[in-house]
């Protein structure tokens, strides 16, 4: 008889969000005139922005016309993609070549697939709290993980001292949960870690075009000797609301080798069998956004979530709530109010306000106690929510008293 692959066994149930999704569905069925303010899962909810959906229109009509059909693409990515994608990292004076970019449908995905070039017998580090997918995806593939876990005392942002031994190691910058941001020292100290010790860093720099302080890292290749050690990976999704369209990349720079094998080689291999690229009409919709036109238009809406979050700090700064993130992240790490669980705090915002938050626990240990807003929910439920927060906090403040 066929074998499962028995690493699933070691599996949480089910995925976090879904869990959530879950709660809130019977939630909705028990009180269907219900409205939630839903500031759960990082799903955007602005519309892709006019230059991006010009161009998906005028893509279609490519589609139209054999003079302009396009069928498989490349599996590594179109080139007119893989060039303005390598432009947009030489604005901040990071040389990339084209075939140093790897065009995929999503970062989520990539997360996961990317593991295809290691070793099963390599341990995994992940610094928590953690988006899920990270450790799920390693159990998936039997591989160790060493949970490195971080708080308050070092902002969220560890650094490499405390580590036995690791060879896969997850940086999320900025940080999904936290918000948290390591800056340039921060990571190079991860950086000669992995040159060091033959490590590679997957750094995931999904929120990169959240960043407003202008002294701190974009990427991972912004730093001297990442070439040597690391691999990016990037998306669409929250940059320019690419959720529903899917679209991401990966940059593998040529010099990223280890016992003699070439990562950017590999990942061709991988590629070139396992895919057969990503639409033509998404990959032009792309591009669109590496227009001065198109980054103009995604900073707008990036702007708005920006609003979305300085309300919600200003409700939680007014109740005297520890929270970080928010600045240079769509994402705000609050402590639980009354030392909560974060999975009751969860229940009781649903109950008492309608408002879906994501609970700490569900990305490691080490995030029990806190709470996790999404800034990218719409901008009228996002000041109702803050309003409902201020209004039932508050109250449970004035009743202690
Ligand atoms: C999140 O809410 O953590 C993200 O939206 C999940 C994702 O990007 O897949």
């Known amino acids: 008889m066929i074998t499962p692959n028995l690493f699933y066994s070691d ?3 089910s995925y976090l969000f879904y869990n959530i999704a879950q709660k809130t569905k019977a939630y909705l069925s028990e009180h269907p005139n219900a409205h939630l303010y839903r500031m759960g899962i ?3 909810s602005l519309p892709l922005c006019e230059s991006v959906i010009k161009a998906l229109h005028e893509a279609v009509d490519d589609q139209a016309q054999a003079a302009t059909f396009h069928g498989y693409m490349p599996e590594c990515g179109a080139e007119f993609l893989r060039e303005a994608i390598a432009a947009y990292y030489g604005n901040r004076n990071v040389k990339l070549s084209p075939d140093e970019v790897f065009v995929s449908s999503g970062a989520s995905d990539e997360l996961g697939d990317i593991l295809d070039l290691f070793d099963r017998e390599n341990t995994s580090l992940v610094i928590e709290p953690a988006y899920p997918a990270y450790v799920d995806a390693n159990v998936m593939g039997g591989r160790k993980i060493q949970h490195l876990a971080s708080g308050i005392d070092n902002g969220f942002l560890p ?34 870690y992995a040159n060091d010790n033959g490590a590679v860093i997957l750094f995931d720099a999904a929120y990169e075009a959240f960043i407003e302080d202008d002294a ?10 990442a070439r040597t050690c690391a691999i990016e990976i990037c998306s669409l999704s929250k940059t320019a609301g690419f959720t529903g369209t899917r679209l991401g990349y990966t940059i593998i720079p040529k010099e990223l080798e280890r016992k003699g094998m070439n990562f950017n080689t590999m990942w061709v291999r991988n590629r ?8 033509y009409i998404i990959q032009k919709g792309a591009a669109a956004v590496f227009t001065p036109e198109g980054q103009k238009q995604i900073h707008n809406n990036i702007r708005i979530y920006k609003e979305n979050a300085a309300c919600l700090m200003k409700a939680l700064d007014e109740l005297g709530i520890w929270y970080c993130g928010g600045k240079n992240a769509p994402y705000i790490w609050m402590k639980c ?5 974060s999975w009751e705090f969860f229940d009781y915002l649903l ?32 000041k109702e929510a803050a309003r409902r927060l201020s209004g039932l906090l508050g109250k449970a403040k004035k009743n202690e008293v």
């Not at 701190?216 to 000797?225: C, R, V």
């Not at 994501?358 to 439920?381: A, V």
Request: glycine share 12%; proline share 7%.
């Open 216 to 225: 701190l890292p974009h990427s991972i290749f912004e730093i001297e000797g």
């Open 42 to 44: 990082g799903d955007v």
């Open 351 to 382: 109950n008492e306000i309608q408002v879906v938050g994501t609970p700490g626990e569900g990305f490691g240990k080490c995030g029990e106690g806190y709470f996790r807003f999404s800034t990218f929910g719409n901008p009228d439920d996002t």
């Open 337 to 341: 109010p009354d030392g909560m669980r």
């Open 272 to 279: 070139t069998t396992k895919t057969n690229g990503v639409s």
């Open 11 to 13: 599996l949480k149930d």
């Open 159 to 192: 650094l490499p001292d405390d580590i036995i031994k690791a060879d896969i190691l997850y940086i999320c910058s900025p940080n999904n949960p936290t918000g948290a941001v390591f800056n340039r020292e921060q990571l190079k100290k991860w950086v000669d």
